[in-house]
């Protein structure tokens, strides 16, 4: 909550769209008497005002931010076309998206250094176009999100994050 002050002030970055979402927290909150304000990036802007100095995020000095990143945004183009990648390209590519998200979290923490960040680990929401072959390739696709996931683990202890289990969520209910 923000001091001297009733409300809690969310931030939401994220690649794909969740435009309705803002007006559901203030509402969900407010049935139990806590107030909420939120600010949403624009779509698929979740890097550039977290690397921004000055932008909309800072200037709304959220108590709370939370990334929703989903990795099809992220490693789209290795899953779309996974045979097109050898091993230490698919090594390259996890390590590109992981410094990306490395560098826009940490820009958050230093900004706000009081704010909770919450970012959720990663899973496939489809079935890679390799099928049941996916462990046959070099470093499968199930292998580069399960990569990006220990990143993430061992990111969050370092900056102080709030890690949510995306992948265990979608194991359990689909």
Do not use: W
Not at 3 to 17: K, P, Q, T, Y
Not at 50 to 55: D, I, N
Request: aromatic share 8%; net charge negative; proline share 3%.
């Amino acid at each position: 909550m923000t001091e001297g002050r009733n409300v809690c002030r969310i931030a939401i970055l994220c690649s794909f769209d969740l435009s309705l979402l803002p007006r559901r927290i203030v509402r969900e909150l407010g049935a139990f008497s806590l107030h909420a304000e939120c600010y949403l990036a624009p779509f698929n802007q979740h890097y550039i005002v977290a690397l921004q100095e000055g932008s909309a995020l800072y200037e709304f000095k959220p108590d709370m931010v939370v990334f929703f990143i989903d990795v099809e945004d992220i490693l789209g183009d290795m899953l779309a076309a996974p045979l097109d990648f050898d091993s230490a390209r698919i090594d390259r590519r996890v390590a590109e998206a992981f410094s990306d998200l490395r560098h826009a979290l940490a820009a958050v923490r230093k900004a706000l250094p009081r704010a909770q960040i919450l970012v959720h680990n990663f899973s496939l929401t489809s079935s890679p176009s390799t099928g049941i072959l996916d462990l046959n390739i070099s470093l499968s696709i199930d292998s580069a999100v399960v990569a990006l996931n220990r990143y993430l683990l061992d990111l969050a202890g370092t900056l102080d994050l709030t890690l949510l289990d995306y992948a265990g969520f979608v194991r359990r209910h689909g």
